[in-house]
């Protein structure tokens, strides 16, 4: 069973910084296409970055040139970077893990960009 645990998250003034981390059990990380997403109050969740096992990666228009996701695979363990925060970016950011069938997802961790 594939468990994912975030962290990073917190309160940030606009133009400030976070990194989060997803660190993942089991063996399936470096197979494993790793993704960012974001849900904020009263909207869908929504892809914000994606990474494939062999490091190809994909960002939202609105997060390109400000967020970047990186992975270490000796760590299984997935990041996100954010800079240049807007208030706009406030929302519950989950890490997920897709390999074939399987499809899994942290708990979340609150990101809140304070204006």
């Known amino acids: 069973q594939v468990q994912l645990v975030e962290s990073g998250g917190g309160l940030v003034q606009a133009g400030g910084s976070l990194r989060l981390s997803c660190a993942a059990s089991?063996?399936?990380?470096?197979?494993?296409?790793m993704g960012w997403y974001r849900q904020a109050s009263g909207k869908s969740r929504e892809l914000v970055a994606a990474?494939?096992?062999?490091?190809?990666?994909d960002y939202a228009d609105h997060v390109k040139g400000r967020f970047t996701i990186s992975r270490d695979n000796a760590k299984n363990t997935v990041y996100l970077q954010m800079n240049s925060l807007k208030p706009e970016d406030t929302a519950v950011y989950y890490c997920?893990?897709?390999?074939?069938?399987?499809?899994?997802w942290g708990q979340g961790t609150q990101v809140t960009v304070s204006s």
């Open positions: 997920n893990m897709k390999r074939g069938i399987w499809n899994y």
């Open positions: 089991g063996n399936i990380f470096s197979l494993s296409t």
């Open positions: 990474i494939t096992s062999g490091g190809t990666t």
